[in-house]
């Protein structure tokens, strides 16, 4: 299993994916079972003087109660009670090191008791707390201490009084760090804190990785280097306020500049509304966590790709980098330009992006993201260029794109199928339909470009089509089930799981037309009502195994997990087939767990059966946000409009979902041939443009 690199490396070979952390760094003993150390409801006061000893977690520590702000490079990532401990992954980071660890606030010598901890943004957490100061005013509290933090290393303390009097309140604050790695604290190392020294308006720790500053305003009236103390008197008028804002820096730098809040971001900011008041927050917190996973490449800072996600995974993965960015074309093109000459230029000679192999669960040895990417690369851009990139750009990738097909046919040779991972592993079904993705995009943007190669490709994927149907099929009573793949030795993997979705995700191509698929038409209704059936539609979303299968866990991320990524494909997908009833379903479902997690939703959660009165449950190690999951957003939005451009021939078709399973709905700010282009979609489920791009017509 390849070990994975720090979650923030850049450049050379690309950091493992989060399925790719080892078991001994996940805390697990059964796949996708809960690790680490439990929360202490008992917090320990503030040191009076030394260093407390760094925690010492029992593996991953768990981050499904975190609240995590997130713009990369910077991260902060708390508890729900606002204090700073240093437990687990508590603390502010930048570019993957651990710059503050602690800090706990003192309030007229006791801490607040936390009312409220709340997103505000992707980047910025509020906690409230009250105290009361004054006898006389009976059991309500008197002082709220509102603390707002930033991903970018900001910190505001501001005291609220409603006492009718002056009030003096003295304000200790105590800092520390191990300037640790957070490669290092996910595998369970841990550090003592470093001492502190008076650094300007505030306090200063250097170690063998750097060194990290912490300044205040208004500067303390004392500081003590021997408890990483900072104190205050504030003076707060009647009923009035004072503030105390901190500000973390990594030693030598300067203030963050992230992508997402920078002029050359590359999403649109759409927004969308109708009768389902759901739709306009999903919506905005995909596009809030999609922008706070902005990486520049640093060597060519114009481009950028999304980070996998927070806080396991904040480099680049390919293949996740690239299903994000196809899911956001919506969004406009730039950000699956960038993404994909950031991998052209980790592309080997013989045309492989490279990427780790990834766990597959329990039936199937692991599979190589290489393989993935390599097979999404010329896919992207063929979606890409319908959408509106500029041939420029599409000439400028194209050669990249041309060596991963020139892959794809040497790796399979004279034979049909694409094994995974080469050479001599198994053959998946997921595999065979992104292979044959490829292969129709690839010939179809090889034709537009006036490349040779198209008809040796779609020659392929006839015999693929052929043979597939005929050999990846299990007959049984209920109508049979596409195979999840054949091991080495020819013999079928016939367990039935959320791979199989991957077989309804065909591709774009020109005039609003879909790809064909590996499925005939009655095996793809098969497909469709195991999809939509109890086995795998958990009513939150669709498992990745179904209940009745051997080494079904709900909560293993390739074992019976929802991940949201691939419950969006199958919305998509059944909705492109006409089987608007299962992609209403299982859309319904993600669209109720995105509520429950505040619309923020994880890579993953709980496969558990949906009830009356129940929510979804979290997955401990699971990221949020995440690339992907933020994505899907974007998908199952627009696939309710089924908006199929077609920027070359200046036609944009709509197809949109007839049944209308949210009622009326309306999209804006979206982008297709560059220009802004909204929708609508009545009850009865018809589509009608709202604004588009000059010369831009409606295709039939």
Known sequence: MHQPTPPFAHGGRPPSDRDEIPQRLLGQTPRGAAGGTRPDPNRPPLPDQGRRPAPRPAGLPPVHTALICVSLPGLAVSSPEGQLIGRGLEGFYRAGRRLLSRCQVRVAGREPLVAQARMTAADEVRFVGTLRVSPQSGPDPDVVVERSRRADGTERITLHSAVPRPLRLPVEVALGTDLADLGA??????????????????????????????????????????????????????????????????????????????????????????????????????????????????????????????????????????????????????????TLRTLARTQRADGLVPGPRRDAGAHLPPACTGTEATLLFPALLAEARRWGLLEAEVAELLPAAERCLSWLRTTVGT???????????????????????????????????????????????????????????????????????????????????????????????????????????????????????????????????????????????????????????????????????????????????????????????????????????????????????????????????????????????????????????GLSGLRVAGEPFAVRVSRLGLAMVEEAGDGLQLGV
């Open 415 to 665: 034979g049909t199928y694409l094994c995974d991972p080469q050479p001599g592993g198994p053959v998946r079904c997921e595999t065979q339909a992104h292979a044959h993705r490829a292969a129709l995009l690839g010939a179809d943007l090889l034709d537009a470009c006036g490349r040779p190669g198209g008809e040796a490709l779609r020659e392929w994927a006839r015999r693929l089509r052929a043979a597939f149907r005929e050999e990846f099929w299990a007959d049984d009573l209920g109508g049979g089930r596409p195979l999840a793949g054949r091991l080495p030795d020819g013999r079928p993997v016939a367990h039935l799981g959320a791979s199989a979705v991957h077989l309804l995700d065909t591709g774009l191509l020109g005039g609003g037309e879909l790809a064909p698929g590996l499925l005939d038409r009655v095996q793809t209704e098969h497909l469709a009502r195991l999809l939509g059936g109890p086995a795998l539609d958990s009513g939150w979303g669709l498992r990745g195994l179904g209940t009745k299968e051997p080494g079904y866990n709900p909560f293993g991320h390739r074992g019976g997990a929802v991940r949201v990524h691939e419950s969006a494909l199958a919305v998509a997908g059944l909705a492109a087939a006409g089987y608007e009833k299962e992609a209403g379903s299982l859309l319904k479902g993600v669209l109720g767990a995105a509520e429950a997690f505040g619309y923020r939703l994880p890579e993953m959660y709980a496969g558990e059966q949906r009830t009356d009165g129940s929510a979804p449950v979290p997955h401990p190690a699971a990221c949020r946000p995440a690339a992907t999951a933020a994505g899907a957003g974007i998908l199952l939005l627009t696939t309710l409009a089924g908006i199929r451009p077609d920027a070359p021939a200046r036609t944009v078709t709509l197809r949109p979902v007839h049944s209308a399973p949210l009622g009326e709905i």
């Open 185 to 338: 604290i996910a595998a369970g190392a841990s550090a003592p804190e470093l001492p502190a020294g008076v650094y300007d308006s505030g306090l200063r720790w250097t170690g063998p990785p750097g060194a990290s500053t912490v300044t205040a305003d208004p500067p303390p009236s004392d500081a003590l280097a021997s408890a990483g103390l900072l104190r205050w008197d504030l003076d707060v008028p009647p009923g009035g306020s004072a503030t105390v804002e901190l500000k973390v820096r990594l030693d030598g730098s300067g203030p963050m500049r992230t992508v997402g809040r920078s002029a050359t971001n590359p999403l649109a900011s759409a927004h969308a509304r109708g009768d389902d008041p759901r739709v306009g927050p999903l919506l905005r917190a995909g596009v809030e966590d999609l922008q706070a996973l902005l990486v520049r490449d640093p060597a060519h800072p114009t481009d950028t790709h999304l980070a996998a996600g927070a806080p396991w995974r904040c480099g680049l993965a390919p293949a996740d980098a690239l299903a994000a960015a196809r899911m956001t074309l919506p969004l406009g093109t730039a950000l699956a330009a960038g």
